[in-house]
């Protein structure tokens, strides 16, 4: 049986913004930035699992922990030697732990006291993470090992050494104490099992590795490093699933957010993107005025932190006054119960036979036409006066589907004067939108096709002439704005320094 006929698709309209979808909306509720000035570059930013949602703050020689409801400086710990690096809190919150230049410093973040030291790495370390057990930590460094520790003992329990280069992150499951991932500079991350010798799984990135992350279910694994993050599904044996390359820069931190639901990726070029986990599409971006080092979210989602070159700390909350009149007027109020038609709302039982009705769908004129193969005479419908000046999108639609089958070229011939002035002047009109590049495929078509007609009609000449001049005055456009661009990146750069 033959299919049913599908309508021409219309192309996007061109629009300027971002497109307001229910993502856009929830991160719209951030409050304006609350900037503050630390001693160096915030390298690490992450926020206690446990009520009030205290976050640390890694830059220089030291970790300041910052209250997620007032801003305000809590403590500072400052007992390391030369830079601290990625202070992580236990899962319990009772604990922290970050990386001096050989050692390993644990913290009662309630107070200033440091409770432990552990020594053995070779080099500075890198990243520090609690495992699922609570008993043990798990350390990346510069020489190019990943060692576990216990506390308790303050004892090395185990070391890898199959790295190549230097190891400069890492990340511990929530929801097994015995697996870990970290992520090294000579562009591989492992998968790590206490219980093995060595990794259980290796994925080649293809470039130096900034960031990692573990899904809850310890089925997907997350790296980034250049201006890409790849997805690997470890169930399938560390098949690479996705690639995402919406950055131009490095990409420096990544971290979870809305309940493991959304992801976020952090980069140099100073922009953040946000990632639906189901779909791996960007949903929103946000934007910031310096190279973003470090990224992280509380765990409630009201409170997103930033971490920048030059010492900035931008602190972000949730307006939830603003989020609840939203939800509160995008609710549809229901109609009392006497106005509602009782008869649909009767529900079939288990040997009831329902037949639903079809709604016999309308079509336009080119789409009759191009049903029936008219494809000529559909492309005269679609450039008829009230279609492309109300709705260019359909005409565009029109000729996007007249490519697709092929004929494009067969509908353009065979014009005369009069016929070949309407697309002329649609091109004349969107050849400048960029959801409209299409459009020079079909003026290829019409130099080629009636080049000799061109050279000996003046009014041809006069309308191929204005179509010239519109590029022209685009490539210029495009031209001034690049210089432009360039001139305000200097200047942001030095307000920035």
């Given amino acids: 049986m033959a299919t049913s006929f599908k309508k021409t698709v219309i192309v996007n309209p061109l629009t300027f913004g971002e497109a307001s979808t229910e993502d856009t909306r929830y991160w719209a509720n951030l409050d304006q930035p609350i900037t503050k000035k630390e001693f160096g570059h915030v390298t690490h930013i992450e926020f206690s699992p446990v009520a009030p949602f205290n976050m640390a703050v890694t830059s220089s020689a030291r970790v300041q922990i910052y209250s997620s409801r007032s801003n305000e400086l809590v403590r500072k710990l400052n007992q390391f030697t030369k830079s ?3 202070s992580s809190y236990r899962s319990d919150g009772k604990l922290l732990v970050a990386g ?18 552990l020594s053995g790495h070779t080099d500075a370390v ?7 057990d609570k008993q043990t930590i798990m350390s990346t460094s510069k020489d190019k090992t990943v060692r576990l520790w216990d506390i308790a003992t303050e004892g090395e329990v185990q070391s890898y050494k199959e790295f190549k280069d230097y190891v400069k992150c890492g990340v511990a499951s929530v929801s097994n104490q015995d697996m870990f991932l970290a992520g090294s500079y000579d562009h591989t991350a492992r998968l790590f099992d206490r ?50 390359t919406h950055h131009h820069k490095t990409i ?42 470090s990224v992280a979210v ?58 639903t009705m079809k709604k016999k769908e309308k079509l336009e004129r080119f789409d009759k036409l191009l049903k029936r193969f008219e ?9 008829e006066p009230h279609v492309r000046q109300q709705n260019a999108e359909q ?103």
């Fill in 84 to 86: 601290a690096t990625c």
């Fill in 100 to 117: 001096d230049d050989c050692k390993i410093r644990i913290f009662d973040p309630t107070n200033r006291a440091m409770m432990r030291s």
């Fill in 126 to 132: 890198l990243a520090t993470r609690f495992l699922a």
């Fill in 195 to 244: 219980r093995n010798d060595s990794s259980v799984m290796s994925f080649e990135h293809g470039s130096c590795i900034e960031s990692v992350l573990l899904f809850p279910s310890n089925g997907i694994v997350l790296t980034a490093g250049g201006n890409v993050v790849k997805v690997w599904d470890v169930l399938a044996g560390g098949r690479q699933l996705s690639q995402l």
């Fill in 252 to 293: 420096m931190d990544m971290c979870f957010c809305s309940n493991y639901r959304r992801f976020m990726s952090a980069s140099s070029d100073r922009h953040i993107k946000i990632y639906d986990v189901a779909t791996y599409q960007v949903v929103h971006t946000l934007d910031y005025p310096a190279n973003i080092l």
């Fill in 298 to 355: 509380s765990p409630d989602d009201s409170v997103l932190a930033v971490g920048m070159e030059g010492g900035l700390l931008s602190i972000r909350h949730r307006n939830k006054a603003e989020a609840k009149a939203q939800s509160q007027t995008g609710r549809k109020r229901k109609a009392p119960y006497h106005y509602h038609y009782h008869p649909h709302s009767f529900k079939p039982h288990g040997d009831d036979v329902v037949v």
């Fill in 375 to 383: 494809h000529s005479k559909a492309l005269d419908a679609a450039l």
């Fill in 395 to 497: 005409t565009m639609g029109v000729i996007q589907e007249l490519k697709r089958r092929g004929v494009l070229r067969a509908a353009l011939a065979g014009r005369d004067v009069q016929q070949l002035q309407p697309m002329l002047k649609f091109i004349q009109k969107n050849v400048w939108k960029p959801n409209f590049s299409h459009l020079l495929d079909v003026m290829d078509i019409l130099l080629e096709t009636y080049g000799d007609q061109i050279k000996t009609n003046p009014a041809l000449q006069s309308s191929i002439e204005r179509v010239k001049d519109v590029m022209q005055g685009e490539v210029s456009y495009q031209a001034e704005l690049a210089e432009t661009k360039g001139v305000l990146g200097t200047f942001f750069a030095s307000c920035s320094s």
